[in-house]
């Protein structure tokens, strides 16, 4: 189980941008495809973006072109560029890496977004 820790959450104003960071623990996270979601008050977890290992992407349609995932796996880490950000963006947002052999999903703990004026 790789340890995932999100960070850079946090209270912005509509309009405004925030980069979300997860680290990973596990030396070879090269391997795994990666992801962020999101659960809303009241809501139930939904897809944000999600990045193979091989670099393919895939976005939910409600954050297409405001939302950017990115990979450094030199340094173990996910990224979510979130711009452009709306009020109906407020969840938490949970990190997540799937293993390529087992296909077992890693979650972080969560960093709380909050879109409000």
């Known amino acids: 189980q790789v340890q995932l820790v999100e960070s850079g959450g946090g209270l912005v104003q509509p309009g405004g941008s925030l980069r979300l960071s997860c680290a990973a623990s596990?030396?070879?996270?090269?391997?795994?495809?990666v992801g962020w979601y999101r659960r809303a008050p009241g809501k139930q977890r939904e897809l944000v973006a999600t990045m193979s290992h091989v670099g393919i992407i895939n976005y939910a349609d409600s954050v297409k072109g405001r939302f950017t995932i990115s990979r450094d796996n030199a340094k173990n880490t996910v990224y979510l560029q979130m711009n452009s950000l709306k009020p109906e963006d407020t969840a938490v947002y949970y990190c997540n890496a799937v293993h390529p052999l087992t296909n077992f999903h890693s979650w972080g703990q969560g960093t709380q977004v909050t879109v409000s004026s």
């Open positions: 596990e030396k070879v996270f090269s391997i795994y495809s």
